[in-house]
């Protein structure tokens, strides 16, 4: 598996590491590891979906459209810092990474259809049904889709283990998952509904991905077994917070962030009476929530210790994130 860097890159970062003090150093350390992880994981993206193994078709050529420009990469990053819950980066998880970067892929491909949010910028760029027509982007995440269970069956692993994250990621996206939360999102357009209504839609399609990013990180790392149960607890505990705070930082900056800044339409879910936490709770009262969710799911890892640095650390990347592009009013 491909380290992601050379002995080059490390003499020039001890060297720049070395003049720093203690906590700026801890940060840039974090932003090499974020930098580095989404870096292999695009790599094993790029290898999989490459023209070789399939021919270079219109398809393939979308699915990599799709795929390998841009995006936080956090679900992968998840992985990748749940993985190193056993003191080093467990086996696999690169490619553990990339399957579900290519899940989370499909499902925004379907998400900016003109059947269900009509998006038509997405990271920056034209979405993928602008580009190369709507029957080729349904496609695109049906290839997606697949291409991510097949990277699951096919790693070099006991078959007890690929069952489970194959489990793990098809459970996230499932009826009872994501397509179940898209579904709900659809039947809300034009309603009112209660604060309970869209935090049980936005578990399902957005915080059952996240939280299968995370699982999907640790069965790669350490056996869920009745002496890990509380570790898996305090997972599950991180993960659910976080997750519905990532979907609740999206509906917020989807009022404050401009389209530059998001690389998708600014305004979409007003334009589209889409109820969110924003328009339900306002602004600010959601931007609280969005913290305090954060700070929860910190709260959740503490016990775990030094182990869980990446996932804290991801916590704080998210915070930045909103604070940076929703400052309080
Ligand atoms: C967008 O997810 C859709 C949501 C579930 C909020 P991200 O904000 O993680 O999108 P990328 O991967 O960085 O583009
Ligand atoms: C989509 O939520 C969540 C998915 C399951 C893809 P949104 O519709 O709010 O995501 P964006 O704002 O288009 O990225
Ligand atoms: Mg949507
Ligand atoms: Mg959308
Ligand atoms: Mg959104």
Known sequence: MSTGHTPQD????????????????????????????AKRVEQVMARLLCAEHDGETELMAAMRYATLHGGKRTRALLCLAAGALAGKPAHMLDEVGAAIEMMHACTLVHDDLPAMDDDVLRRGLPTVHVKF???????????????????LARLDAPGDNRVALVRELGQA?????AAGGQAMDLSLVGKHVDLGRIVAMHRMKSGA??????????LCAVAEDASHAALYRALDRYSARFGL????????????????????????????????CASIMGLQAARQFALDLLRDAGEAIAPIGLHAERLAQLLRRAKAYLVQHAPCA
């Open 133 to 151: 027509g709507e029957a080729t982007a349904i496609l695109v995440g049906d290839a997606l889709q697949a291409h991510a269970f097949l990277t």
């Open 10 to 37: 490390d003499s020039t970062r001890h060297a720049a590491l070395g003049g720093l003090g203690t906590q700026a150093r801890g940060e840039l350390q974090s932003e090499i590891w974020m930098q580095e992880g």
């Open 209 to 218: 991905l996240v939280r299968a990013s995370v699982r999907m990180g640790a």
């Open 173 to 177: 996206v499932s009826a009872e998952g």
């Open 245 to 276: 705070a990532l979907q609740v930082i999206d509906d917020i900056l989807d009022v404050t962030a401009d389209t530059a800044t998001l690389g998708k339409t600014a305004g979409k879910d007003a334009a589209a009476q889409k109820p969110t």
